[in-house]
């Protein structure tokens, strides 16, 4: 509580007692004499807010968890230790594990050897397959040409034949001539000749037909060969495979490396001791800090995303922190867990707000923040309870004048219109009043009216203004 709150409340204080002695022995009319609260008029800045409290928190909490059933061997962290991505965090005993990836492996070895046998075996007769395929092949077409040399050849007689048959057609005058047997000689021949030439013809498709037919033997003889090395793939047995990378990714995850850099904020393990829970350990990221907050339901549709926050915290005392409002949850939930502490506790809707500068701050203190959801700077304002509604519904004030040489005060009525309202000050928009002036508060209370004499006590300021001073 700051000074003027005290010297305020000693002044309520001060007016009990003297209106309470009033009633009992003084009479009636001495009230006007009992001092009355006053205020002194200045701009000054308002803000409407809501109270918050929480835990500081990483801005990323990370649970660090395994599946193994394993030993722990080796822890290198406590709660509190700072990490860096792909530090070592614990490593299991992995013996169990290495011991039956070595037999499934020395297994796994020896049935390979087999299949890569085979393969070997396999790739040899379809190249065997491939080479036949072109000596046969060639061979083939050796006889396709020799058989058309002689097609050709047969068919380069047949001609000269013809041609000479033809040259002793032309040559010989009658009948009774020598050269007319030659002729019959020569027709003779050409026509023996031709019937001889389909032989040729066929001998030359029996060839192409004999190279087509080796062809199809040659490539059937390679399918046949490729088709047992496509067959492998189902000797292999796959389930041997996938244990041993099973095993090789137990192994591995015998080392825990951390994957983010942060603070251990929780451990659940013990060198010598099996895990009891999945999460080993949480680490929290410290580059940017947060305060998980619950918020009433009567505030919770005032919260924005963005609005900004102050925040202070038990262990720095005085010094505010600037922050803002990252995240709104607008569904009522259950229990808020603290991320440090693991307790849980209020419920309903909350807030995240980052903090802007927590250089100074350490996961898990306690902190307190002003969600800021209105501000006004440089504006006029007095306390609301300064404030009087008239029957017409204008508002007024009261400001104590002096009046005479004695140092007495009167009491002026002042219109005024209102503007924001906040939790202690109202702004003034619209009046006649003026920084410096003095106005009454309690004017409810104490039943002032325009132009009556006052009795004022110190005047007091706005107490959200030095609450922490």
Do not use: W
């Not at 309903?348 to 700077?377: N, Q, R, V």
């Not at 609301?384 to 040489?405: H, L, M, P, R």
């Amino acid at each position: 509580m700051n000074k003027n709150m005290i010297l305020r409340t000693a002044a309520a204080l001060s007016i009990s007692a003297a209106l309470l002695c009033g009633a009992a022995s003084c009479g009636v009319s001495d009230l006007i004499n009992v001092p009355i609260s006053t205020y002194t008029v200045e701009h000054t800045d308002v803000e409407n807010y809501i109270s918050v409290s929480g835990t500081v928190e990483g801005s990323n909490i990370v649970k660090v968890t395994s599946d193994l059933t394993a030993k722990v061997k080796t822890v290198n962290v406590g709660v509190g230790s700072a990490v860096k991505t792909g530090d070592v965090l614990c490593v299991f005993d992995d013996s169990d594990y290495q011991e039956q990836y070595d037999k499934l492996k020395e297994s796994a070895d020896t049935s390979q050897e087999r299949l890569d046998s085979y393969h070997e075996k396999n790739q040899r007769a379809l190249q065997e397959a491939k080479n036949q395929k072109t000596d046969l092949l060639r061979k083939a077409q050796r006889a396709i040409d020799s058989a058309v040399s002689a097609r050709d050849a047969a068919y380069a007689k047949y001609d000269r034949l013809r041609q000479e048959r033809d040259e002793l057609y032309e040559a010989y005058p009658n009948e009774e001539d020598p050269l007319y047997q030659q002729y019959l000689s020569a027709k003779e021949q050409y026509e023996l000749f031709g019937e001889s030439l389909s032989q040729y013809d066929e001998a030359v498709q029996a060839a192409r037909d004999a190279y087509n037919d080796t062809v199809k033997s040659a490539d059937a003889a390679i399918q046949a060969a490729q088709e047992a090395i496509d067959d492998e793939k189902y000797n292999k047995d796959s389930t041997v495979q996938d244990q041993l990378d099973k095993l090789k990714e137990s192994i591995d995850k015998c080392t825990v490396k951390a994957t983010k850099d942060g603070i251990i904020t929780s451990l659940n393990i013990a060198e010598g001791s099996f895990p009891t829970t999945e999460a080993l350990m949480t680490i929290e990221d410290t580059s940017v800090l947060r305060i998980n907050v619950s918020i009433n339901e009567a505030d919770i549709l005032k919260v924005k995303e963005g609005q900004k926050a102050v925040i202070t915290t038990t262990a720095t005392g005085e010094e505010e922190f600037t922050g803002k409002v990252e995240r709104v949850v607008n569904i009522m939930s259950g229990q808020i867990t603290n991320a440090y502490t693991g307790e849980k506790a209020g419920g309903g809707y909350s807030a995240e707000i980052l903090i802007d500068d927590a250089d100074k701050l350490l996961i898990g203190m306690t902190a307190k923040a002003k969600i800021i959801l209105d501000k006004k700077e440089d504006v006029l304002a007095v306390p609301y309870d300064s404030i009087k509604q008239n029957d017409d519904g204008t508002f007024s004030v009261f400001i104590a004048e002096q009046s005479g040489d004695k140092g007495g005060y009167k009491a002026k009525e002042v219109k005024i219109e209102k503007g924001m309202e906040t939790n202690y000050l109202t702004e003034i928009i619209s009046s006649d009043l003026s920084d410096g002036d003095i106005i009454l508060t309690d004017v409810t209370t104490n039943g002032i009216v325009d132009g009556e004499d006052v009795n004022i006590a110190e005047p007091y300021t706005d107490p959200d203004k030095n609450e922490d001073k």
